[in-house]
């Protein structure tokens, strides 16, 4: 199938920092439990899904450090789910000590989505699930998926309807991840969070970005405060918290009823537990020295080679990414930098941490200040004709699912 490419070329409201709440209006913020039906989150922040990051280890890290929020996991290829693959259903594991077992499924194609949701409720994996209709990647938005499905409201309102019904059997809540639109032309989010809400949908998580906008600039919280008023249903704030004051200025502006919380926390979990300090009006907040993150990087891998069954080196080749997150900021050398990515057992990890000063203060200029991917897109790539209407024709239904051999329905 031909991409369409949207030309992202002046397609900026963003850059400017909307936290421009004085400090008083900060204190005044109260936060209430957020009930998604039969699940309670204590306090209202969220780990936002992130692929090859939220793993069980380090929901797991990050919710010692904040007890009662949501952890979710990294989105589920339908799919792969259905299709029983090795690699989905390791995501789909979860460690014993996790409240709220909570996946996120991503899919296209309504059947194959109502499939996995099936599996997830007969195989009792989940405590709640969350749809993924906002990934802007555009391996994803070029099959019709993530930021790009809730523009054909006939396939985007198909696939909740038939995940919820599936759900609703065990009561299981749903929600529904969003962006603000394709572009500034093609924006959903207010459409799609009403969707979502007739639907059943228990709450909505809007990335107050466009698909086009993909990582770039400041996320523009005013389209948050937009969705609070148009809907009933509980809206989760989500893009560009950094810090516990960001997230206490997102309430304030918005009126949102929680923060879900991506990139700021890489090799930062301990950022659930300033938030959590934040929104019971304390001002404790946690800068561990390089000693005390050592000691979370080591539980990391510890965790992490359960997550692989033991495999060491699988293990610590996905501690790499965090690693270099952890280590943000702090006075490490690039020769130090680069023998953790050489790392090939938990010996090695280990012998390398001994290498260390842990009385290395946490470095003042990274705290609270943006980690992670920071980019535009290039442009944003769709089915061929894809923005020409609002719902999809036979022709086109056919060319997205025709020959899935998995979909019975086709
Ligand atoms: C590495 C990475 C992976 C992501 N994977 C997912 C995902 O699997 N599902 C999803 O809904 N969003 C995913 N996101 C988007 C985040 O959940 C979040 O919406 C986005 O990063 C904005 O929040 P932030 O500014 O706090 O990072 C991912 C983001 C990043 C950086």
């Known amino acids: 199938m031909a991409d369409l490419v949207v030309d992202v070329r002046g397609d900026s409201n963003v850059g400017e920092d909307p936290r421009s709440v004085a400090s008083g209006a900060l204190k005044d913020v109260t936060m209430a439990p957020v009930r998604l039906g039969p699940v309670t989150v204590n306090t209202p922040v969220v780990l936002s899904p992130m692929a090859g990051v939220t793993n069980w280890p380090f929901r797991v890290l990050c919710e010692e450090y904040g007890p009662d929020g949501l952890y979710v996991a990294e989105m589920i290829t339908a799919r792969a789910l259905v299709a029983r693959n090795p690699k989905a259903l390791r995501l789909c594991r979860f460690a014993p000590s996790e409240r709220i077992r909570s996946l996120q499924l991503y899919g296209v194609n309504p059947s194959i989505t109502e499939q996995a949701a099936k599996i997830v409720v007969d195989e009792g994996m989940a405590d709640h699930v969350d749809l993924n209709f906002g990934c802007p990647v555009p391996k994803v938005t070029r099959r019709g998926g993530g930021s790009a499905l809730p523009w054909k409201t006939d396939i985007f309102t198909e696939l909740i309807q038939r995940v919820v019904k599936v759900c609703e059997t065990a009561n299981i809540p ?74 206490l200025a997102m309430v304030a502006q918005t009126g949102c009823d929680g923060v879900a919380i991506g990139r700021g926390c890489q090799g930062r979990p301990w950022l659930f537990a300033d938030i959590r300090h934040a929104f019971e009006g304390s001002d404790e907040r946690i800068n561990p020295t390089l000693g005390e993150v050592c000691r979370v990087i080591e539980r990391h891998a510890r965790l992490l080679t359960e997550f692989y069954d033991g495999d060491e080196r699988m293990a610590v080749h996905d501690l790499r990414k965090h690693v270099a997150w952890y280590l943000k900021g702090f006075p490490v050398g690039g020769a130090t930098r680069k023998a953790f990515m050489e790392c090939e057992s938990l010996a090695d990890v280990e012998r390398e941490i001994g290498r260390l000063d842990p009385e290395v203060r946490f470095p003042e200029r990274v705290v609270d200040k943006p980690r992670g991917r920071v980019r535009f897109a290039k442009k944003v790539h769709l089915p061929y004709g894809w923005l020409d209407s609002r719902t999809t024709t036979h022709e086109e239904r056919e060319a997205l699912f025709g020959d899935d051999p998995m979909d019975a329905s086709y």
């Open 174 to 247: 749903v929600t529904a991840k969003i962006r603000v639109g394709i572009d500034h032309e093609h924006e959903t989010f207010l459409e799609a969070g009403r969707i979502a809400q007739e639907e059943g949908c228990k709450a909505v998580t809007l990335h107050a970005r466009t698909t086009a906008e993909y990582y770039g600039g400041h996320s523009d919280w005013s389209r948050i405060g937009e969705l609070k008023q148009t809907l009933d249903i509980p809206v989760f704030g989500n893009g560009d918290i950094w810090g516990a004051d960001d997230a």
